[in-house]
């Protein structure tokens, strides 16, 4: 759960706020280098719940 956690307020967050701060003109630029490394780091949350799920399900 930790590791959810970390990914999610130390990557996605930011990022997020990133995007969201940005003009509309200039988000379409920016949302393809965005999504690449977003959806990388939502990857490794995913993986990241997997594994607590599997400890708690194995404890």
Same mark, same amino acid.
């Given at each position: 759960?930790l590791?959810?956690?970390l990914?999610?307020?130390? =990557?996605?967050? &930011?990022?997020?706020?990133?995007?969201?701060?940005? %003009? &509309?003109?200039?988000?379409?630029e *920016?949302? =393809?280098? *965005?999504? =690449?490394?977003?959806?990388?780091?939502?990857?490794?949350?995913?993986?990241?719940?997997t594994?607590a799920s %599997?400890?708690f399900?194995t404890?």
């Open positions: 759960m590791g959810v956690l990914v999610t307020f130390a =990557r996605n967050v &930011p990022w997020n706020n990133e995007l969201d701060a940005l %003009a &509309p003109e200039s988000a379409a *920016y949302w =393809r280098g *965005y999504l =690449r490394r977003w959806t990388a780091w939502n990857h490794m949350r995913t993986l990241a719940a594994a %599997a400890a399900v404890a």
